[in-house]
């Protein structure tokens, strides 16, 4: 069965430039979320997205913003990198808003 | 704000027994899901296990049940006949009902080992 995708899976960056990380839903799934997690820590929930609309907001810094597109793949812009943004980000899609699948991840690290 | 607990940062376990992880969480919602989500050390979240918090019957998938004691706020994972394979951090997690694209709030997580 085909699964969330999300790309880059791997990304480094230097402090203070931008990250761009995309997320390709399962088809036919309408709602995306974006989780952060950060070393030995648990997932923190950041933003999701229903029909191209924001629909909750978690703990997502000012410096980060999304958006889901016409075709529901979502991306998630992250600009003025601080050390502390490395972690593991997340992409989960759902189709009934009950059950959320997650992505491989992608590994961010700022330097 | 919900919140979820995880009291066992670590469980281990002999190979083909049985553990059960505990969690509990605190709501004022009526209607809600909970899940158990499984980290490998690839770092995939894997869907172990839903429930519905209307629905009496404890979920159970395969190898995998859970004893959801609503009144307690209680939501423990049982996995039976523990294979190597199952070795991987372990969370609790709890989703808002009503419709909405809620996000899921986790517990800290369980590191669980499976001794050969």
């Known amino acids: 069965a085909a699964g969330v995708i999300q790309s880059p899976r791997h990304l480094i960056k230097e402090k203070r430039e931008t990250a761009t990380l995309k997320c390709y839903p399962i088809p036919r799934h309408d709602t995306v979320y974006w989780y952060q997690q950060g070393p030995g820590q648990d997932p923190q929930f950041l933003i999701s997205f229903y029909e191209k609309m924001q629909s909750d907001k978690g703990s997502i810094p000012d410096r980060f913003s999304a958006q889901q597109f016409s075709d529901y793949h979502s991306e998630l812009n992250m600009s003025s990198l601080e050390l502390g943004d490395s972690a593991l980000y997340f992409c989960a899609s759902s189709l009934d808003e009950k059950t959320q699948y997650f992505g491989p991840g992608t590994r961010l690290l700022v330097l | 704000a919900q919140t979820v607990t995880q009291s066992q940062p670590e469980m281990s376990v002999q190979e083909a027994e049985t553990v059960t992880l505990s969690c509990t969480y605190d709501?004022?919602?009526?209607?809600?899901?909970l899940f158990w989500y499984k980290q490998p050390p690839s770092r995939q979240m894997i869907l172990v296990i839903r429930?519905?918090?209307?629905?009496?019957q404890n979920a159970t998938e395969n190898r995998f049940s859970v004893n959801f004691q609503k009144a307690a706020k209680s939501f423990s994972l049982k996995i039976s006949d523990s294979q190597l394979g199952d070795a991987a951090m372990y969370f609790c997690a709890y989703k808002s009902g009503g419709g909405g694209a809620d996000g899921l709030t986790f517990g800290k997580g369980t590191h669980l080992i499976i001794q050969p």
């Open positions: 429930q519905e918090a209307y629905k009496q």
């Open positions: 709501t004022s919602e009526s209607d809600y899901y």
